[in-house]
């Protein structure tokens, strides 16, 4: 599927118009899927930013990096000592962190763009690891190491000092006087977020997003056709470490502590995981899978052995002891075995995730009323 | 009388291993005109032609296009905008996109060089460009199929496809690898056609064919290579009665 649709003006006017006023109206929705509270809402929004980032590699050029959260860490960490040396004022902590890990991205992307397909996994792979062992234990002085890096009420913020801005309490962001708590801290990230997929939404419809498709197309063709693909390449893997950079800023502006453990693998293998369950290569498809994912993460890590055993209790004993002894490797800290099972079941049968389904509804719904 | 040569190889080898692909080949191709290079199979053409773009780097002599030394360095993407567009053997086309901006995509990268981050245009306000992609697309008669995705196409309709992505670039050289191969005869006509009316246009090709129909249609001038080496030059006409060349190549074919 041609993921650069022929698309009008109309059309994609209305699809963001629908997509900002979802957005704003999560707190009213969210309520009604038992989403409701803004600590999930404000991982939907962070999680799908970094989604629709990683598209941008992943789903127009075709390369799998297995290393996207080390991204992640470096927004957070630099968005934490923007915190702690200049303001609470998240907007410098979400420049900085797009500046910075735009800057890194350049340096691993330069490095790993000299090979493709799995070698270029694996070397993002490998940037990714050092990176977390670094933040782990080598700069312990910049990161805090295991205990994760925390903003005190005494830092210097020379800025906040200068213009006589006060913190009470443990310091969180503050926007102008807005805290970044709860759902003020949603809608800090919903704007984000609508900035963000704005600007997806005109890579994918640009010159430059077709060429992207191109290069994963037939990186030969575009060779002998007067492209050089490097810089193209490069500057999409820029592009998703920015967006990287971005959501792993808002994670400490809405929760203002930085710890190493974003930067792990696992982290790096959940954007592919969100990306190909919403479906690779399409504009809305990767932020739904993030939200899925987020959702469901949400609901089973939740479940317990007893609350099993609360909705089971209707069964006779025996029966009952068998079906939560069968459940509970799948609910609680084991979620991520029923996060296993939904993707094979979305590779195998959905390749084209999420949005692939959808397309198939409406086109069925379609021949049914024909 | 005073002649313009677009392509000046001299003295190009080229070696696999110990095969000789390419032995001492010197070929002058003038401006304006089609130069066919003929022989058996693995006589070396594709190999000619891939030296030509960088495809592949010959041991020694040297390729000169527009005072540059194609052999010295240059990229295939640096040498595609200096004007050599080519046709593959087997089509390279973008199978995933539809035949439009299959097209358009070579347009702009001869209108915007090698490199532009152009991130902040709408696609479909290029309008222009993508009227020219029509025209192009409506010379080889896949106007009406322009949405589809290339990779549905047949074979034949590839390679024309693949035409049309090489002369929306207005190449100084174009470079055909059996551009009729695997295309039905009504279509090998109406490409004989196609490349006849760009001959009037001034653009000069080199084409490498096997159908002697094709060849003895378009070329003006045959080189004749066997087992690496240029065995015979000349007119058509010449390369006819040639008897070398009827030896190596043409003896079992009727002409």
């Given at each position: 599927?041609?993921?650069?649709?022929?698309?009008?003006?109309?059309?994609?006017?209305?699809?963001?118009?629908?997509?900002?006023?979802?957005?704003?109206?999560?707190?009213?929705?969210?309520?009604?899927?038992?989403?409701?509270?803004?600590?999930?809402?404000?991982?939907?929004?962070?999680?799908?930013?970094?989604?629709?980032?990683?598209?941008?590699?992943?789903?127009?050029?075709?390369?799998?990096?297995?290393?996207?959260?080390?991204?992640?860490?470096?927004?957070?960490?630099?968005?934490?000592?923007?915190?702690?040396?200049?303001?609470?004022?998240?907007?410098?902590?979400?420049?900085?962190?797009?500046?910075?890990?735009?800057?890194?991205?350049?340096?691993?992307?330069?490095?790993?763009?000299?090979?493709?397909?799995?070698?270029?996994?694996?070397?993002?792979?490998?940037?990714?690891?050092?990176?977390?062992?670094?933040?782990?234990?080598?700069?312990?002085?910049?990161?805090?190491?295991?205990?994760?890096?925390?903003?005190?009420?005494?830092?210097?913020?020379?800025?906040?000092?200068?213009?006589?801005?006060?913190?009470?309490?443990?310091?969180?962001?503050?926007?102008?006087?807005?805290?970044?708590?709860?759902?003020?801290?949603?809608?800090?990230?919903?704007?984000?977020?609508?900035?963000?997929?704005?600007?997806?939404?005109?890579?994918?419809?640009?010159?430059?997003?077709?060429?992207?498709?191109?290069?994963?197309?037939?990186?030969?063709?575009?060779?002998?056709?007067?492209y050089n693909p490097r810089p193209y390449l490069l500057?999409?893997?820029?592009?998703?470490?920015?967006?990287?950079?971005?959501?792993?800023?808002?994670?400490?502006?809405?929760?203002?502590?930085?710890?190493?453990?974003?930067?792990?693998?696992?982290?790096?293998?959940?954007?592919?995981?969100?990306?190909?369950?919403?479906?690779?290569?399409?504009l809305i498809g990767p932020l739904i899978g993030a939200?899925?994912?987020?959702?469901?993460?949400?609901?089973?890590?939740?479940?317990?052995?007893?609350?099993?055993?609360?909705?089971?209790?209707?069964?006779?004993?025996?029966?009952?002891?068998?079906?939560?002894?069968?459940?509970?490797?799948?609910?609680?800290?084991?979620?991520?075995?029923?996060?296993?099972?939904?993707?094979?079941?979305?590779?195998?049968?959905?390749?084209?995730?999420?949005?692939?389904?959808?397309?198939?509804?409406?086109?069925?719904?379609?021949?049914?009323?024909? | 009388?005073?002649?313009?040569?677009?392509?000046?190889?001299?003295?190009?080898?080229?070696?696999?291993?110990?095969?000789?692909?390419?032995?001492?080949?010197?070929?002058?191709?003038?401006?304006?005109?089609?130069?066919?290079?003929?022989?058996?199979?693995?006589?070396?053409?594709?190999?000619?032609?891939?030296?030509?773009?960088?495809?592949?780097?010959?041991?020694?002599?040297?390729?000169?296009?527009?005072?540059?030394?194609?052999?010295?360095?240059?990229?295939?993407?640096?040498?595609?905008?200096?004007?050599?567009?080519?046709?593959?053997?087997?089509?390279?086309?973008?199978?995933?996109?539809?035949?439009?901006?299959?097209?358009?995509?070579?347009?702009?990268?001869?209108?915007?060089?090698?490199?532009?981050?152009?991130?902040?245009?709408?696609?479909?306000?290029?309008?222009?460009?993508?009227?020219?992609?029509?025209?192009?697309?409506?010379?080889?008669?896949?106007?009406?199929?322009?949405?589809?995705?290339?990779?549905?196409?047949?074979?034949?309709?590839?390679?024309?496809?693949?035409?049309?992505?090489?002369?929306?670039?207005?190449?100084?050289?174009?470079?055909?690898?059996?551009?009729?191969?695997?295309?039905?005869?009504?279509?090998?006509?109406?490409?004989?056609?196609?490349?006849?009316?760009?001959?009037?246009?001034?653009?000069?090709?080199?084409?490498?064919?096997?159908?002697?129909?094709?060849?003895?249609?378009?070329?003006?001038?045959?080189?004749?290579?066997?087992?690496?080496?240029?065995?015979?030059?000349?007119?058509?006409?010449?390369?006819?009665?040639?008897?070398?060349?009827?030896?190596?190549?043409?003896?079992?074919?009727?002409?």
């Open positions: 599927m041609d993921s650069i649709n022929p698309s009008s003006k109309r059309k994609d006017s209305l699809g963001l118009i629908i997509f900002i006023i979802v957005v704003l109206t999560a707190p009213l929705w969210g309520k009604l899927i038992g989403a409701g509270y803004p600590d999930l809402l404000q991982k939907f929004a962070i999680f799908g930013l970094f989604a629709i980032g990683y598209n941008i590699l992943f789903g127009l050029t075709g390369y799998l990096s297995f290393g996207h959260a080390v991204f992640l860490g470096i927004g957070s960490y630099t968005a934490a000592w923007s915190f702690k040396l200049l303001s609470m004022n998240p907007v410098p902590a979400v420049i900085f962190a797009i500046l910075l890990s735009g800057i890194f991205a350049a340096a691993i992307g330069y490095v790993s763009l000299r090979r493709t397909g799995i070698y270029f996994a694996i070397l993002t792979l490998a940037f990714a690891q050092m990176g977390y062992n670094l933040a782990y234990s080598v700069l312990t002085p910049i990161t805090n190491g295991e205990t994760g890096l925390r903003v005190l009420r005494d830092d210097p913020r020379v800025l906040d000092n200068a213009f006589g801005v006060q913190i009470e309490g443990s310091p969180v962001g503050n926007f102008f006087g807005i805290e970044m708590t709860g759902y003020s801290g949603y809608y800090f990230c919903a704007i984000m977020l609508i900035l963000g997929f704005y600007l997806a939404m005109r890579v994918f419809r640009s010159p430059f997003g077709m060429k992207l498709v191109a290069i994963k197309s037939n990186q030969t063709r575009m060779e002998y056709t007067g500057t999409a893997f820029v592009i998703s470490g920015m967006y990287a950079g971005l959501a792993g800023a808002l994670m400490v502006i809405v929760d203002p502590l930085a710890g190493a453990e974003r930067m792990q693998w696992t982290a790096s293998g959940e954007v592919v995981l969100m990306t190909i369950l919403g479906g690779v290569g399409t939200v899925v994912i987020k959702y469901f993460e949400n609901i089973f890590s939740a479940i317990n052995d007893s609350s099993l055993q609360a909705t089971f209790n209707f069964l006779p004993e025996w029966l009952e002891n068998i079906v939560v002894t069968i459940v509970s490797p799948f609910v609680g800290d084991g979620w991520h075995m029923t996060l296993g099972v939904l993707f094979m079941i979305v590779i195998i049968f959905m390749p084209g995730g999420i949005m692939e389904a959808i397309s198939r509804l409406t086109a069925w719904i379609k021949r049914m009323r024909e | 009388m005073e002649d313009n040569y677009v392509l000046e190889i001299s003295g190009v080898n080229k070696s696999f291993g110990g095969l000789k692909a390419l032995s001492n080949i010197n070929l002058k191709v003038k401006e304006g005109t089609t130069h066919a290079i003929i022989g058996p199979n693995g006589a070396g053409k594709s190999t000619l032609l891939n030296t030509i773009i960088a495809k592949l780097v010959p041991d020694s002599g040297s390729i000169i296009f527009a005072g540059k030394d194609l052999t010295d360095g240059m990229t295939p993407h640096g040498i595609n905008q200096l004007g050599v567009s080519r046709v593959f053997q087997t089509p390279e086309i973008f199978p995933e996109l539809s035949l439009l901006h299959n097209v358009m995509i070579p347009a702009f990268a001869t209108r915007d060089g090698a490199f532009k981050f152009d991130v902040f245009r709408w696609l479909r306000n290029e309008t222009q460009l993508k009227s020219e992609a029509m025209h192009y697309l409506d010379d080889l008669g896949l106007a009406d199929s322009c949405d589809i995705r290339a990779g549905s196409l047949s074979r034949g309709d590839k390679r024309r496809l693949e035409m049309a992505m090489c002369l929306i670039q207005h190449p100084t050289l174009l470079l055909l690898d059996e551009p009729t191969a695997g295309m039905a005869r009504h279509d090998t006509n109406r490409t004989i056609e196609l490349l006849k009316q760009i001959k009037e246009g001034g653009m000069t090709k080199i084409i490498i064919e096997h159908d002697m129909h094709v060849v003895f249609s378009l070329a003006d001038h045959i080189s004749v290579l066997a087992q690496g080496a240029i065995i015979a030059e000349g007119k058509p006409d010449e390369i006819k009665g040639h008897a070398k060349v009827r030896e190596a190549y043409l003896g079992t074919t009727e002409l």
